[in-house]
């Protein structure tokens, strides 16, 4: 699946232990946040990971990071084995993989300056003299669209759009390749998201980076991937290129999530398509996950776990539904 | 037209000290309509809704209004005592984070039950029964057992559902929804709205839809009105707002916003950002912003300016047309 990415994740899973049990007894509970997650990314291309609340998707961009541990799974970026590496070996990595966060105030020190905040990463990795970071600076704001007189504000100076911008323009400090955004513009009001898109979108272009684009706003999605990752439950359902996802989606969350986001049609309004509420992921439904919301579930979405299914060129869905093999015992009179 | 009026507001001003919040506010709904007001983060939309349910501390703020007409009477003449008695029975409101709203040590139905002791002559039992009734109304699966749950337990979906059944608990004629689906995931927002727009058909109310969301807008409210930094900028029709919007801003709102049902090369955006209360320039706010700024615009805070069909934007580019511009086609 992942024959030619620049990112290639396979079978990646990550639980979480919440209490042990403790003095009351009882098992502890498992959060079963990102279960066998694979993927890949070519070099220069935008993957979107898309998805509610509590999907998983910050968990898969954490571990891509390695800012978590993996419990199982294969993260390669660029050819090099990411969970083998040591300490001194992942910080050097560290140089050429970013992120950028919903909320980069909480992220940044009250207390520093924004160009001492910009700068942070080259000094944390011993990069450059004074003269080339000076330099470095003065492009970095430029690039990202802010003065130059920036550099000596603080933090609760700027506001929110203007905060996004440094948090940017401090994941470009070091010669990045790889951005991970989660969710990077979506506390930002309507007409500073624009501004925010527009800005990653030209970045990407001029320095060739390759994003890992986590966000839960289709629209957002559409115009900012090449291909989309669906994701539901700790699981991807549907993955493919962004007209696929768009113009044919295939699995009957992809197609509910679509149906629910409202359009700026006046007089339409999206019909409720799944009934009920988003289970938890601590003992997440057995067989297919989503199959507690599924207006087509059958008595095989109840046990057995649906493998993904090819449906054209690097789309695929894991849905019994869509499976030759089972598809005959779900297609009863609804 | 008159009779079927449900509530007129105008002029609504809040002061707090020399801060304008929010000025020369003007609104109208009609019975079973919604409205929705639309802008964004700190333009004035939540502080506009406090104000006309009157719950803010008047030691603190300075709420005035030329009138605040709701069904047949004048709010602004009424005393503390009896805007009690309308507030949650004629008019209720409902909040964007449930969580903070819902009190966490009473059960959901404690909760409902204390809002229709408050409203409503009803024994204990009766009022339990009624609790029971409202749950199956906002469709709570297994109400029975919700009745006697705390709030914690609950999704964010359920919760706004509880506090969807304590507002309608009374049967207001006018229900103030203040991002009442920001909070939840799209798939449940769908399902929210859903909801309260059948209720709506159900009982007539009229309803106040605040958003930040303008495909929220577009699916649900008869009428918008558009805020920017304290003030209404455009109003009117929802449908004729978006095809032919008359104030730039609109425009750049709606522009900016990326459709889900299509593509686009680049976002429209509108530079700079929304300037905080102390911060609002003189003339017109939208000013420092628009592309189409000039010297004229600094000099007085534009008024609304009719464009037909109960369309009117706060915006003189259309002043010195004499008549509105035609329709262009919309945006591409
Ligand atoms: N209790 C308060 N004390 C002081 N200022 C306030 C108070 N409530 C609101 N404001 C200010 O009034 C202005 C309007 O705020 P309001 O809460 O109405 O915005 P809003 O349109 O509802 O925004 P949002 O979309 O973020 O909810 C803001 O500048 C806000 O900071
Ligand atoms: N450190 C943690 N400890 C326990 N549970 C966690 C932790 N991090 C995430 N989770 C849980 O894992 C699930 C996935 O979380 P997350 O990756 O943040 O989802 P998303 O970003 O899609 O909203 C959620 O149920 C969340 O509560
Ligand atoms: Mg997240
Ligand atoms: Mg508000």
Known sequence: MAEDGFVRVDGLTRHFALGAGGLLGGRPQIVRAVDDVSFSIRRGETLAVVGESGCGKTTVGRLVLRLIEADAGRIEIGGTDIRALDDAALRRFRRRIQIVIQDPFGSLNPRMTIGAIILEPLEVHREGNA???????????????????????FPHELSGGQRQRVGIARALALETDLLVCDEAVSALDVSVQAQIVNLLQRIKREQGLTYLFISHDMAIVRHMADRIAVMYLGQIVETGPKRAIFDAPAHPYTRALLASVPRSEPGTRPAPAVLGDIPSPIDPPPGCRFHTRCPHAGDIC???RPAPVALAAAHTASCHLLDPATAAQLRSPS | MQQTQLLTVRDLGVRLGGLHLVEGVDLDLARGRTHGLVGESGSGKSVTAMAIMRLFDPRLFQVRARRIAFDGRELTDLDNRQMRRIRGAEISMIFQEPMTALNPVL????????????HQRLGRAAARRKALEMLEWVRIPAAARRLDEYPHLLSGGMRQRVMIAIAIACRPKLLIADEPTTALDVTIQAQILDLLHELQTEMGMGILLITHDLGVVAGYADEVSVMYAGRI?????????YRTPRHPYTEGLIRSHPPVDRDVDELATIPGGVPQPHLRPP??????????????????DPPLIGHGGGQRAACIRHADYGAPPAPEAAHG
């Open chain 1, 131 to 153: 003269a080339s970071r000076r330099a470095r600076l003065a492009a970095l704001l430029e690039m990202v669209g802010l003065p130059a007189e920036f550099a000596a504000r």
């Open chain 1, 302 to 304: 109840r046990t057995v």
């Open chain 2, 107 to 118: 059960t959901v139905g404690e909760q409902i039950i204390e809002t229709l002791l408050v």
């Open chain 2, 233 to 241: 900028v455009e109003t009117g029709g929802t449908a004729q707002i």
């Open chain 2, 283 to 300: 003339g017109c706010r939208f000013g420092p912003r628009c592309a189409h700024h000039r010297a004229a615009c600094d000099l007085a």
